[in-house]
């Protein structure tokens, strides 16, 4: 019964390990459940008269059955190698090194580039894959963030987002922003938007310029991703280059299926990264993952998790929270400086091909629920025509001209009445 109960304590003393992240991981699952076996069937053998017997015979025995269960265990590994079963975690480690990217910062304002550096590669002869458009500021826009009296008579829009405000995969000058300030006459659009990113970055970089630039209506395009990307920092990515000066970006975070968040140095990162695989949430979890028992141990645990929904539920729950807490700070902030919001709901590939998922409902539930005024284009958007192929998840140049035209006709009704009602297909509870 000790043992049982002794397991049950160390599933939740995990946690206090270094590298262990908040709740419960699948090993502490696995551990769990051995105490919760473990501690009622000693106290059945307890009330038994075969258990002086048990004990005799295991005190006997005790080495004979160590050394079996030994052998045992050995054979198995053996036989798990011999059948090309993989262990879950690698063992050596990459030799590669990695310097932080000069051209890339994150700051109060979020993460973006570093403008003097870009543009010193730019102007030069060496070829760049970054692009050579970043303000003084470090963001994709021709623009600088500055306010001045000529732009008082003008409509002013801030744009937040990940890639799809970038505008990846439009061809140059064609993205969704773009034809916004293309189409809206006697308008300024300042671009914020930053590849990989999420909620948090696009709140820290309104909280930054929308004081400075007094924007009359913010625009936030929330793909359905971002409820992942909610759940890590600002400086979620290690950006860096190796010795050659190629570009890689890492995640130094990693997030279990249970939500739980831990941080990575840039060694763990990289070791990871190089092979693949999602770093465990604790170093007891890492030598069980080393052998091949215990990663099926481990992986049977996760699987369970996974059918019964407890994983998938308990990363929901947290990710929902987070975001909900994100807008709430967004639209109180946009209130407080008399600034409209509107958010831009992206549908992914998926929520077109089948109809709308988990993630796309729960934001729309979220909206609804904070009151926040926003634009659904699914049902004029199609997988074909509009998304760029193969696993490029993003718009191509259909597809941000079409949504560019949605938002311009939008803000032009916007001009004319200051109200988001009279906007076509933009959903504003009350």
């Known amino acids: 019964m000790c043992l049982g109960v002794v397991l049950i304590i160390g599933s939740v003393a995990v946690d206090l390990l270094p590298e262990a992240g908040a709740g419960f991981n699948s090993f502490q699952i696995l551990l769990l459940v051995a105490g919760l076996i473990l501690t009622p069937a000693s106290f059945v053998l307890r009330r038994t008269s075969t258990r002086r017997a048990l004990l005799t015979t295991l005190r006997r025995n005790l080495l004979a059955s160590l050394s079996v269960t030994l052998v045992s265990l050995i054979l198995l590994e053996l036989l798990l190698t011999a059948l090309g079963v993989a262990p879950q975690y690698p063992a050596t480690v990459p030799e590669r090194a990695y310097e932080p990217a000069p051209w890339w910062t994150c700051d109060a304002s979020g993460c973006h580039y570093v403008a003097a550096h870009i543009h010193e590669v730019c102007d030069g002869t060496q070829h760049t894959v970054w692009p050579c458009v970043v303000n003084q500021q470090g963001f994709y826009d021709s623009q600088d963030f500055v306010y001045s009296d000529e732009l008082e008579s003008k409509l002013r829009v801030i744009a937040m987002g990940d890639s799809f405000t970038f505008g990846l995969s439009a061809d140059a000058g064609k993205s969704y922003i773009e034809v916004i ?250």
């Not at 284009?377 to 035209?405: E, R």
Request: charged share 20%.
């Open 181 to 430: 300030e293309a189409d809206v006459p006697n308008s300024i659009v300042w671009n914020t938007g930053v590849s990989g990113i999420g909620t948090r970055q696009a709140l820290a970089s309104f909280e930054a310029f929308a004081p400075i630039l007094k924007p009359q209506i913010a625009i936030y395009g929330f793909y359905v991703n971002d409820f992942d990307d909610n759940l890590l920092p600002i400086n979620g990515y290690f950006v860096g280059v190796d010795e050659a000066g190629r570009p890689i970006g890492i995640r130094n975070h990693r997030v279990d299926k249970w939500g739980n968040v831990t941080k990575l140095n840039q060694a763990t990162a990289l070791f990871y990264h190089e092979h693949g695989v999602d770093p465990p949430s604790s170093a007891i979890e890492r030598l069980l993952g080393l052998t091949r028992l215990g990663s099926l141990a481990l992986n049977a645990v996760e699987t369970l998790a996974n059918a019964s929904g407890l994983s998938l539920n308990a990363r929901h729950e947290k990710r929902l929270a987070v975001t909900r807490e994100l807008l709430t700070a967004m639209r109180d902030r946009a209130a407080a400086l008399d600034t409209t919001l509107l958010l831009l709901l992206i549908p992914s590939k998926d929520d077109l091909r089948a109809g709308p998922g988990l993630r796309h409902r729960t934001a729309v539930k979220l909206f609804e629920e904070l009151s926040i005024a926003y634009l659904n284009p699914i049902d004029a958007l199609d997988v074909k025509a509009d998304y760029a192929p193969s696993n490029d998840v993003h718009w191509n140049t259909a597809g941000h001209q079409k949504i560019g035209k949605m938002l311009s006709d939008c803000l032009r009704r916007f001009q004319s009445t200051g109200e988001l009602s009279a906007c076509g297909g933009v959903a504003a509870p009350q």
